[in-house]
């Protein structure tokens, strides 16, 4: 499958911080891109998608740019809260190819 | 997005057994997933499972060692054959999404978390 990596392992950030985490993909094809956000003990929960076509879709609270020209994915997340406490993955194409995730720690 | 529900949600096994995971959606899908997580690790993707058709594999995995079962549109079981401790994974169950929003999208179920003894 594809590859899909992450630049760094684990983010801890205080509360009510933004929180930034990348993610690099090696498809120049895919055109379809997912976060996942994976709490301990449980399934990988949908935050946010974007198509190759756009370059920023923003949700509740999280952002989620394209950069097709490096192959660059990124997810913010605005006034990081203690419930934001997961990993994330980023996700590409259909079926998905996961990247490694990052583990995101929100200190209060 | 659609309800998945896994059983068993955990076990631990003897190598050398089987053990079949069953994933069962409360609406109709035609597309479902198997995935695989090993401790700390991503998830991996083992085979997609369409209804009415053989499950196609990924790199790595054969049919032999993890047969997959897809009776109907709401249903589907992924068997880990002849355990090794190796096999000791969170084996997650995932679905397509809904013609509504997105069928690109995939939701996940809770997983089953298998200990090879």
């Known amino acids: 499958g594809e590859s899909v990596g992450l630049h760094l392992p684990t983010l801890s950030v205080q509360e009510g911080d933004n929180s930034i985490i990348n993610c690099a993909y090696s498809n120049s094809a895919s055109d379809y891109f997912i976060w996942y956000k994976q709490e301990s003990g449980k399934g990988p929960q949908f935050i946010i998608d974007?198509?190759?076509?756009?370059d920023k879709r923003q949700g509740q609270r999280v952002t989620v740019l394209l950069n097709k020209t490096v192959k660059h994915l990124s997810l913010q997340i605005a006034a990081t809260q203690p419930g934001d406490s997961a990993v994330y993955f980023c996700?590409?194409?259909?079926?998905?190819?996961f990247g490694t995730g990052t583990s995101l720690t929100v200190i209060p | 997005s659609a309800v998945i529900s896994q059983k068993p949600s955990r076990d631990i096994c003897q190598r050398g057994t089987s053990l079949t995971i069953q994933c069962q959606v409360d609406s109709q899908v035609t597309m479902m997933f198997w995935y695989r997580q090993q401790p700390g690790q991503s998830l991996t993707l083992i085979a997609t499972a369409n209804q009415g058709s053989e499950a196609t594999y990924e790199s790595g995995f054969v049919i032999d060692k993890f047969p997959i079962s897809r009776p109907n549109l709401t249903f589907s079981t992924l068997t880990v054959s002849n355990m090794s401790p190796e096999d000791s994974s969170i084996y997650l169950c995932s679905v397509e999404g809904s013609r509504v929003i997105s069928l690109d999208t995939q939701y996940f179920g809770p997983g089953t978390r298998l200990t090879v003894l």
């Open positions: 974007i198509r190759s076509n756009m």
């Open positions: 996700a590409e194409n259909h079926p998905f190819y």
